[in-house]
């Protein structure tokens, strides 16, 4: 489904990405894993088109996303959530879903979205008229993967979704990730807790310094403790 070949990405001068390979296959979770600075993060912001400048070979579906401005990428079925989350402040959590609507090329309606949310996200359809920036670190967390939902993506991509979220929000997470999946929904995650992220995950890749160094089964990464030492620990 997502192909990445040779890519490599700079920001101004600083050559992040030195060749990653790696692919996502329909309908897996896939989770890129590493230290901080190796490159998750510069990945996934190539994939989507807001990194500096890239070279080398990213297909989805069997296009090519390099040439194409980050709205065209969204439009063939990318969905993306910063590890910033991005909630607009001053807008209820109606609003912000409702902007995920208007990026959407899916034409539909408010309530139907509205009505969907609220079966998979429980927790936002109580606080649809709160001003979104009130909630808790983990609410926030999960109105930015509702409003990427909204358009209806076949391949999610998230960063460091657990980050700065107590565990019991964080365990729900994970599961509705597993659920998504299960129903249709391809993930690309990057997370830096390795035993979660490896937990849910079909496969994963081991990021080091800007190339991919390890790539695997989940299970057999998660069994795997040196490699997780070696390339993983803080």
């Known amino acids: 489904m997502l192909r990445i070949e040779k ?3 700079w920001y101004g001068p600083s050559h992040i990405l030195q060749g990653v390979e790696m692919q996502v296959g329909r309908g ?3 989770c890129l894993i590493g230290r901080n600075g190796a490159g998750k993060t510069t990945t996934l912001r190539s994939v989507m088109g807001l990194a500096g400048r890239s070279t080398g070979s990213v297909t989805f579906e069997g296009t090519s996303l390099l040439p194409l401005p980050t709205h065209r ?3 063939l079925g ?3 959530v ?5 909630i607009v402040q001053g807008l209820s959590v109606r ?5 995920g609507l208007l990026a959407s090329t899916h034409k539909r309606r408010e309530q139907d979205v509205i009505a969907e949310i609220a079966e998979t996200f429980p927790r936002l359809a109580e606080r649809l008229d709160q001003d979104a920036i009130t909630m808790s670190g983990g609410e926030q967390q999960m109105l930015a993967i509702a409003r990427a939902m909204v358009s209806r993506p076949k391949l999610i991509m998230l960063d460091e979704p657990s980050e700065g979220i107590m565990p019991v929000l964080v365990d729900e997470m994970f599961a509705l990730f597993a659920r998504l999946r299960d129903e249709g929904t391809t993930i690309l995650l990057v997370e830096q807790n390795v035993e979660l992220a490896l937990g849910i995950a079909d496969r994963a890749y081991i990021m080091d310094q800007g190339m991919i160094v390890h790539e695997g ?3 057999a990464l998660l069994a795997d403790a040196d490699i997780q030492e070696r390339y993983c620990s803080v």
């Open 28 to 30: 897996e979770i896939v």
């Open 95 to 99: 609003d912000n879903l409702r902007l």
């Open 7 to 9: 890519l490599q990405a």
């Open 217 to 219: 089964p989940a299970k």
């Open 73 to 75: 990428r969204n439009a």
């Open 82 to 86: 910063p590890e910033e989350r991005r």
């Open 78 to 80: 990318l969905g993306y």
